[in-house]
Structures are given as C-alpha cells and as structure tokens.
C-alpha cells in the first residue's frame, strides 16, 4: 500500500486540499522576484532573505511585515500588493510541478477522492498557474486570495476550501510546504502532510510540528 492510501485510510480522509506555490508548482522564486522588482521600483531597501522568510503568506500580510510604518496607510498597502501581483502576472510562463505533483493529483483523482486548492494568491494569477501547469481541471474547489479576509497562519482559507467541498475537519488533509501552512492547518484542525519543497528548511518545518514532513511529494506514492 502505498503511504497516501495509507492515510487516508488511516485519518478517514474524503477530501484533499493543496497549497499551489511550493507545494505543487515551483513558482516561490518568480514571487520573490516580483517583490524585489516592486521594492526596487518604489525605492524599498529589502533583503531577498527577508523577502523568502515570508513565503507563503498574503501580499498584503508580507509587505505589513517587511514595510510595518505602511500599517497606517490602507491605500498605499493595496497599491503594493496589487502593484506586486501585476509584476508577477508578467513572470509567470512555462509553470514547473514539483517532482511527483501530476501522479499525486491523477493517483488521487483515480481514486475520486475530491481535490480543492487553497492559496493566499490572487484568482488570476492562481488560475494562470494552474492553466500552465495543465492541472487546473483536477480541483473541485479553488479558494484564492479574494475569498479570504485573513491570510495564514489564520484558517480561513483552509477553513473555507473544506465548507466549500462539503466535508468536515476531520475528513480534510491538507498538503503544504510552509510553517504558514501547517500553523493555519493547526489553527482549523486540520490534519497536515508538510513538503520540504518551499523556501524554509526542513528543520524549521519540522519545529511546527505537522502531522507528517516529507522530503518531495514523491514519498506519498511509494
């Protein structure tokens, strides 16, 4: 048996929901580098560091860390993130999958178990993701940036991705490569399969303590 069935046996699973970036498409640098071109077009000293440590998160969530005094400007904020994705937009051709990601997706598929995908992106970019990565017919359900109030490690967006696929907590696994995700998956109750693909080292997703931490999604179907 291989370890996915394994699970959701085990954990009485009826429902999938997957991070995209870091998780399945290997897009975190093309994000990283949309933030460096926003700092750089509004003359913003940044660290590429500082920038990959909040991976994972909402644009707006990641500027309110990196820029804190822009706290007081609401308007200047949603100028930012929205200016952010729009540079994304450009950067985003020929999407890579991680190294197991479409087995993972038609093995489950074949199973009819229902997928959803929860990401703290925007719909358009989101959907021009998994248009080029060809996988964007495999989810039921997809909740994107404007869906959610709250970014991770709030639970909202996993939260809403199993109200919206009709299962409860308890039959949900969710699939992520950040500490964000596993924190906001611990904060809806959910249970966690970690993947040390994203920008965060393995150690510092082992601390949060997911339900599993694999190296590659590979390692679910062996």
Known sequence: MVLIDNLIGKWGIKCVIFDLDGTLVDTLDMHILAFIKLFQENNLAISEERISENMGRTPKDTLLTLIPEITSNQEKLKALANQKEEILTTLLENIPLFNGAKDLLDYLKKKEIPLALASSTPKFNVEKMLTSAGILDYFKVIISGEDITVGKPNPEVFLKAASKSCFTKDECLIIGD??????????????????????????????????????TLVELLV
Do not use: F, R
């Open 178 to 215: 950040s500490p964000h995700d596993v924190y906001a998956a611990k904060n809806a109750e959910i249970k966690i399969v970690a993947v040390n693909t994203g920008k965060h080292s393995y150690e510092e997703i082992q601390e949060t303590k997911p339900d599993l931490l694999l190296k």
